[in-house]
């Protein structure tokens, strides 16, 4: 397929959930193609967030067969490629263990933020409003946060709710939804 009518079709299966997205194709050389999508909607997500959220919208068979060989770029209004960082997989796996056993132990994060979902206090809105309000309220630095977020992630936990029911499964809100969804 030709970018023009790859772009065509990215825009087809994006739009619904990001209408005002825009997305430019880049061909490098004859096997990569950089993706561009950006949109105002990742202002408060992470870019690992951004790509998490975008993938899940294209079928597979379509990623298959016409984006093997792209590098994506997700980007909030006024960011440029070289502003998006991610976390390399060797750092994430070195502080994972650590990292959790903070949250759960030493600080009370997974009780407050359980507290607030169990609670009903408060709803997920497909980031980490809440779980960094509370990391906020801890003074985690930004950069702690960071890594904090990444270790998270890669334990399946895109967002406030995910954190809960993904990675502390022991959480009060986490065992209510495993419960639900076996009825
Ligand atoms: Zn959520």
């Known amino acids: 397929m030709i970018s023009s009518e790859i772009q065509k079709k990215l825009y087809e299966f994006v739009k619904p959930s990001y209408p005002k997205i825009k997305i430019e194709i880049v061909d490098t050389n004859e096997n990569v193609r950089n993706l561009y999508f950006t949109d105002e909607k990742f202002e408060l997500l992470y870019p690992e967030q951004r790509y998490h959220y975008l993938v899940y919208l294209i079928p597979p068979d379509f990623y298959e067969q016409n984006l093997r060989n792209t590098i994506w770029f997700e980007l909030a209004p006024n960011e440029n490629p070289e502003d998006l960082e991610y976390l390399d997989q060797e750092v994430i796996d070195n502080i994972k263990d650590d990292i959790v056993r903070i949250l759960k132990d030493k600080v009370n994060f997974v009780s407050l933020l359980d507290k607030e979902f169990s609670s009903q206090n408060v709803k ?12 906020n309220d801890l003074e985690f630095s930004n950069q702690d946060q960071f890594d904090i977020f990444h270790v998270l992630m890669d334990e399946g936990g895109y967002c406030d709710c995910e954190i809960l029911y993904n990675v502390f499964k022991e959480s009060e809100y986490s065992k209510k939804y495993w419960e639900h969804r076996h009825e």
Not at 124 to 135: A, E, V, W
């Open 124 to 135: 997920c809105f497909g980031d980490f409003r809440h779980s960094k309000k509370i990391l």
